[in-house]
């Protein structure tokens, strides 16, 4: 994976649900790609990231996610910083993974975090937002607010991956999400099942 993807930044945001391996993976191939990478970590996500992946710090997550040398790091308190723009330049914006409250949040376009004014400026400004809901079941507002972003112009897209590629591991399983994500940001990446003249592989 080299540097196809140059350009303006995505912004990638981590939130407190269940899928960190998601959200580290999805940062390692975008560092193998050399796309550069406005990072925003909500306090849960941090929580979850320590949690599911053992990693405590930011020293442990570029230790397992390649060349950091174009992410940038973000405090999500920070209402003012560059990703809370909507004249700096963008490709669009990941959430991943987006728990229900952030998905909520955004749906009101409250913006009362940094991850939540970058998706709002990424809804406004038309760009695309892919958010990467995991819970199960959902309610009645869950259902509501995702068809309300879906509405706003957001891609929801749940952390729910296939099984016809017949999956043994874990890391093909998140391979298979980080894969899809990958795609509605029109980044090519040779990772995740392959199609072939009209048949699963
Ligand atoms: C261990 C743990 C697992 C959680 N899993 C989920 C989950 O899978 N989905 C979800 O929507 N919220 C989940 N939550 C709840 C959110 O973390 C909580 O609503 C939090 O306020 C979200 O804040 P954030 O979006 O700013 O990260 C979990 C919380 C913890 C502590």
């Known amino acids: 994976m080299t540097g196809q993807a140059e350009g303006a930044p995505v912004t990638l945001a981590v939130t407190g649900a269940s899928g960190a391996p998601y959200a580290v993976r999805l940062l390692e191939v975008l560092n193998g790609l050399g796309v550069p990478v406005r990072l925003i970590i909500s306090k849960t996500g941090w929580r979850l990231l320590r949690e599911e992946e053992g ?12 060349d950091w040398s174009r992410v940038l790091r973000y405090d999500d308190a920070d209402r003012g910083a560059t990703p809370a ?10 959430v991943c993974p987006c728990s229900m409250g952030t998905l909520a949040s955004i749906a009101q376009g409250t913006s009362r975090s940094l991850i939540e004014r970058a998706a709002d400026v990424a809804l406004k400004e038309r760009r695309p937002l892919i958010l990467v809901p995991r819970e199960t079941p959902y309610s009645v507002l869950h259902l509501e607010n995702m068809l309300r972003l879906s509405r706003a112009g957001a891609v929801v897209l749940p952390a729910s991956p296939g099984f016809y590629h017949r999956p043994r591991t874990i890391a093909e399983l998140v391979d298979f999400i980080v894969a899809r994500i990958l795609a509605h940001l029109g980044i090519e990446a040779e990772i995740g099942p392959r199609w072939k003249s009209g048949e699963r592989e």
Do not use: F, K, P
Request: net charge neutral; hydrophobic share 40%; charged share 25%.
């Open 85 to 94: 723009s909507g004249s700096a330049a963008s490709r669009g914006m990941v």
């Open 55 to 66: 990693i405590e710090d930011e020293a442990a997550l570029r230790a397992r996610t390649g």
